[in-house]
């Protein structure tokens, strides 16, 4: 008597490494330790380090509830309103690339969804490019342009003697590049650094992208949640938009608006003309049909409402400047810890020359282990800590266990 065994047809299928920053969340879960704090993903936590609802999004879903709203297809390109509010928030109301009509602007899932789609349309329509990426940059890029298959290369960004920015190497591999390559730029509040080019550094690279002919590729998750401003935090995009550039941008509301798991963003094609937006569009809408169809409407809605009312809209920036700005006390409460405890003299000022919720401590990554080995302090291997899941209370833990980290692991 034989016994048949049943080979899986799936057993050339090999286990996949945990994602180098949700796989944090789920380490942080498995911690029993009390003191154990989880710096690595980029959500926004009150002092009491909760997830926060913003009360304009709750008052803006209760309008959508009180007018009996459907749940029928949205078309390919998303909700009209969301898309008219998103792009004017984005570049201006009374922007020319607005009122002439240049911008295609497709509803994304979110910034993740909305850059896939654009590296879609790099690959069918520009297939010899090549996309240049910052070193270091959010760890999903690479895999964006990888599974999208456009080559990319990166170009110098940190300075690890400074810690901060490596303008001249920037600026120089920008240049070396082919000539028509797409520059993916962090508009405000650079991941993982939280370094940003000044604005004189802004106009120095226009320059050399303008010279390159290359195309800007801009990626803005943090319009509003960096400085607590929505237009200054879309200085970078504007200044190109300016001086005459087709460009991508790719929109995410996951922070400003604490919209994480509804996945509300966009893509924006700025074109030349009018026309060649209208052809864009239109193939942004071919790419997204076979992806997923069509994009879910309630986040879209929310952003309408939120943005569309001017009642609504001028709550929520002061709900925005609120969270900005309990980053920046935190921010500051880290720093003046870090240099009050720290006897070695290194100067730890970095950390307030940073914007938004993340910090680049510089910590390598024998010494982000030690973070968490000994610490409980759970954070990305590359340095990367998360401000926006850090209280006051625990800054000065946190101070003990940076100080530790970099002075006893080499």
């Known amino acids: 008597m034989t016994v ?31 003191l154990k704090l989880n710096l690595g993903v980029g959500a926004y936590r009150t002092e009491e380090l909760q997830p926060y609802v913003l009360n304009v999004v709750k008052k803006a879903e209760k309008l959508m509830l009180e007018r009996g709203e459907n749940k ?9 309103a969301f898309n008219k509010v998103t792009a004017e928030l984005l570049f201006g109301a009374d922007n020319s690339v607005i009122q ?12 993740t969804g909305s850059l896939r789609l654009a590296a879609a349309f790099i690959q069918r329509y520009f297939p010899d490019a090549k996309a240049l990426i910052s070193s270091p940059t959010w760890g999903n890029h ?9 080559p990319w290369s990166e170009y110098r960004y940190f300075d690890p003697r400074t810690v901060g920015l490596d303008f001249d190497g920037m600026v120089a591999d920008i240049k070396a590049a082919p000539d028509g390559s797409f520059v993916l730029l962090h508009g405000c509040a650079h991941n993982p650094t939280g370094i940003d080019p000044t604005p004189e550094q802004w106009e120095k690279i226009a320059d050399v992208i303008q010279e390159k002919n290359h195309i800007p590729f801009f990626d803005v998750a943090y319009q509003g949640f960096a400085s607590g401003s929505l237009d200054a935090d879309a200085y970078s995009i504007r200044l190109f938009v300016s001086r005459g550039f087709e460009l991508l941008v790719a929109q995410s509301y996951s922070k400003n608006l604490g919209l994480y798991a509804e996945r509300i963003g966009a893509i924006n094609v700025v074109c030349s003309s009018s026309d060649a937006g209208t052809r864009v ?10 992806m997923y169809s069509n994009p879910p409407v309630h986040g879209a809605r929310i952003v309408a409402n939120v943005v569309g009312d001017p009642n609504l809209f001028n709550e929520w920036k002061q709900e925005m400047e609120l969270m900005a700005g309990r980053i920046k006390n935190v921010r500051r409460r880290l720093y003046e810890n870090l240099s009050q405890k720290d006897k070695s003299g290194k100067d730890w000022s970095f950390v307030l020359k940073q914007i938004g919720m993340f910090s680049y401590t510089g910590l390598h990554k024998a010494q982000s282990d030690h973070m968490t080995d000994k610490w409980h302090i759970y954070m990305t291997k590359d340095g990367r800590i998360s401000l926006a899941g850090l209280s006051l209370s625990k800054c000065e833990y946190l101070a003990d266990a940076i100080i530790d980290s970099f002075h006893n692991v080499n």
């Open 72 to 80: 029928e297809y949205l078309p390919i390109e998303g909700l009209a």
């Open 281 to 290: 569009k239109s193939q942004l809408k071919r790419l997204a049909r076979p």
């Open 100 to 111: 002439e009509g240049r911008v295609a602007t497709i509803q994304g899932l979110s910034g």
């Open 4 to 34: 048949s065994v049943n080979v899986s047809r799936f057993e050339g299928v090999t286990m996949a490494p945990p994602d180098p920053i949700l796989g944090v969340s789920e380490a942080f879960r498995a911690d029993t330790n009390d």
């Open 142 to 150: 690479k895999n964006i342009f990888n599974d999208a298959r456009v």
